[in-house]
């Protein structure tokens, strides 16, 4: 793996992230006690981060969606959040909710980092002193993946919701064709950033999830290396219900990570 890592952008270029992303735009207002942040990720190019706060002395949580999804989405279920002592910060990537520019696999990767840098900064500005955690939802355990392999200092853990943040799956999908040097080697030098990982992981999987199957998340799970893993698997639930169908379990294995340790 290089200093400059992987060259994602080998998949825009090849045409391999079309039809990946589903952007949504929203210019809605924050509701009460909520605020939206503006984080330039490139000269002219900004993206919004939308913030949960409860109390500063609680843990904090950046959180990645899923496909589809836009930070304004968990207006509604940010309380849930707070109901188990945590701040929340959800993402929106280019393209999504009032952000700017159009989505990449490439930026989706790069603009983590300027995103995990000004959620430091500002948590430090506002004096909170909780430990701080990364979220990844599906799609957005890529970028999560990413940080906790790379930029781990002041995190405390990694936790991955509905995801299998690895690209043999992704070639499989696009049907790459399996002698493809190149992508062979973008696919090999993501598994070392993924072997990179040694923070503690909470995974979370729904049972009947169709659009990334248990198997897969499983998969990913048992490659991980660090020695302090959880998978969580909830029983009956989907990729888009798991939240709600397994509610009482996933907020519990939530709660005991990131608030009791």
Known sequence: MSDIGPDYGLLDRRGLARGLFYPRRDLSRPPPGAMDHRI????????????YPLDPSSPALLFFHG??????????IAPL?????????VVDYRGYGGSDGMPSFASLIADAHPVLARFHTLLDEEGFTGRRFVMGRSLGSLPAAELAATARQRLAGLIIESGAPDLARLRK????????????????????RLAAIHLPVVHI??????IIP???GVAFHERLTTDQKQLVIIPGAGHNDIGWVGR??????????????
């Open 40 to 51: 330039e990720v490139e000269e002219g190019v900004e993206v919004v981060c939308r913030s």
């Open 67 to 76: 496909n589809g999804e836009i930070a304004s989405d968990y207006d509604g």
């Open 81 to 89: 959040y707070h109901g188990i002592g945590a701040n929340l910060c």
């Open 173 to 192: 999908r696009v049907g790459v064709d399996a002698s493809d040097a190149e992508i062979a080697g973008l696919v090999e030098a993501h598994d070392s």
């Open 205 to 210: 999987h729904g049972e009947w999830d169709q």
């Open 214 to 216: 248990l198997e897969h």
């Open 248 to 261: 009482e379990l996933y907020f519990e294995t939530l709660a005991r990570f990131i608030v009791t340790g």
